[in-house]
């Protein structure tokens, strides 16, 4: 637990970094916002990618430190670039499934925000499926008082692993985020753009705003335009960045 509190100290040296990556408008590429994105820079091995911490942290309560480390670091450069006046898109971050069995959540979330001059709907939270495979009613509480307090609810990696349409009527959300399994699938299959397609249209009628994630090529994007994607993120048009370079790119394109 001590280690738990001094980790979600946003200052504290644990060669963790924050990285944003864009998302941008389909086709054309403009920058509608970014996510935050943990790198942990070990002083042997050099740059670690979370996929090969993330998952050994979710087993224990230290993802809820790292989590918390990202979300408060986050708030904290916000904060920085508004003192700078600087223009900045709304920012999101992914939450662990553990985060919503914890009972001060909200509270901490609304604080951490509230302490750096933001109010909650500058952030948006990515939240995967699997974090609604048991769906106790702890998890839709909290999810329904986060959107509650104005924080952008979005649900990560739709479509691939756990999916379960009846999320999409089940949980508040604004956002559904497009697993790259299938924005890969796009341009080798018929079925697999046919299905895509499909998806679009139900997550569009539903009234949520559809973001596709992993696109890597040309064609990806324009077959995603095509199908009625309007927004992407992925190496064909950034990757993830330090956050000083995101905010420089984000200057110089305004
Ligand atoms: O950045 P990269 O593609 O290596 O990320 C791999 C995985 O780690 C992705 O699934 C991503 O969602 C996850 N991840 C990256 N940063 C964070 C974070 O701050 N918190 C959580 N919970 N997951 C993260
Ligand atoms: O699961 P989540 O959406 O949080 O995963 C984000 C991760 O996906 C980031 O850590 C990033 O490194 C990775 N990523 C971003 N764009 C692409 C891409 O175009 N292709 C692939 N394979 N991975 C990507
Ligand atoms: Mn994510
Ligand atoms: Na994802």
Redesign the pocket.
């Known amino acids: 637990e001590q280690q738990l509190r001094l980790a979600t100290q946003p200052e504290a040296d644990l060669g963790l970094e924050l990285y944003l ?1 864009p998302k941008v408008t389909l086709p054309a590429g403009q920058i509608q916002g970014a ?1 935050a ?1 943990l790198r942990w820079n070990h002083p042997e091995k050099g740059m670690i990618a ?1 996929a090969e911490f993330i998952p050994l942290a979710e087993e224990s309560r230290l993802i809820l430190a790292l989590d918390r480390w990202v979300f408060a670091r986050t708030c904290r450069t916000v904060k920085r670039w508004r003192l700078l006046g600087l223009k900045m898109p709304r920012i999101s971050i ?1 939450l662990s499934a553990r985060h919503l069995q914890e009972p001060d959540l909200v509270n901490w979330c609304v604080e951490t925000v509230m302490s750096c001059g933001l109010v909650p709907g500058d952030l948006e939270l ?1 939240i995967t499926e699997t974090a609604f495979v048991n769906l106790a009613d702890m998890v839709l509480k909290q999810l329904v008082a986060l959107r509650h307090a104005g924080f952008s609810l979005a649900l ?2 739709f479509g691939a692993g756990y999916s379960s349409l009846t999320y999409l009527c089940r949980l508040p959300l604004d956002v559904v ?1 497009i697993d ?1 399994a299938l924005v890969a699938d796009l341009c080798q299959d018929e079925r697999a753009a046919i299905l895509l397609r499909g998806v679009v249209q139900l997550l569009d009628r539903l009234g949520f705003s559809v973001v596709a ?4 090529t040309d064609q990806q994007a324009d077959l995603l335009h095509a199908i009625g994607c309007t927004t992407g ?4 048009f950034y990757r ?1 960045m330090p956050a000083d370079d995101f905010i420089r790119v984000y200057q110089d394109y305004c």
């Open positions: 990556q996510e994105l979370p992914n990515e990560d990696d985020k790259r994630e992993g696109v890597e993120q992925g190496y064909l993830p």
